[in-house]
C-alpha cells in the first residue's frame, strides 16, 4: 500500500536519498512527470532534450550507438566459468511440478 499511495502522489512528492544529487534527481522527475505531454523526451525536442541534460553532459552517445563503449563495472575473473560472482542457493530437492498451465497450447 505505501508503494500505491506514493504512485499516487507523484514523483513532484518523492523525496529521494541524500546520495542521489540535484542532476541526477531532475533528470527522474522530469522523465517521470504524470502528464505524459510534460516528461522529458516526449516534449518539442524529442530525446534531444534527454541527450542535452546536464547530468548526462559529456556521455559518448556516438560510442553508445557504435556500441563500443567500455563497460563500467570490470570484474576480474578466473576463468570463463567464473561464478563467484551470482549468489549461491543450496541445490533443489525432489521433482519440479508438470507445467499445466497451458501456456504453450499456441505452438
Known amino acids: ?5 506514493l504512485i499516487l502522489k507523484g514523483i513532484e512528492k518523492m523525496d529521494f536519498p541524500r ?12 522523465l517521470c512527470r504524470q502528464n505524459p505531454t510534460e516528461r522529458l523526451g516526449n516534449l518539442k525536442n524529442g530525446i534531444n ?7 548526462l553532459n559529456g556521455f559518448n552517445w556516438e560510442g553508445l550507438k557504435a556500441r563500443n563503449l567500455p563497460s563500467p563495472l570490470r570484474r576480474e575473473l578466473s576463468g570463463p566459468i567464473d ?25
Open 1 to 5: 500500500m505505501m508503494t500505491y499511495n
Open 19 to 30: 546520495k542521489i544529487t540535484r542532476r541526477p534527481e531532475d533528470l527522474i522527475r522530469r
Open 49 to 55: 532534450d534527454i541527450k542535452k541534460h546536464r547530468w
Open 83 to 107: 561464478h563467484s560472482y551470482f549468489d549461491k542457493y543450496p541445490p533443489e530437492k525432489g521433482v519440479p511440478p508438470d507445467e499445466l498451465s497451458g501456456w504453450d497450447k499456441d505452438f
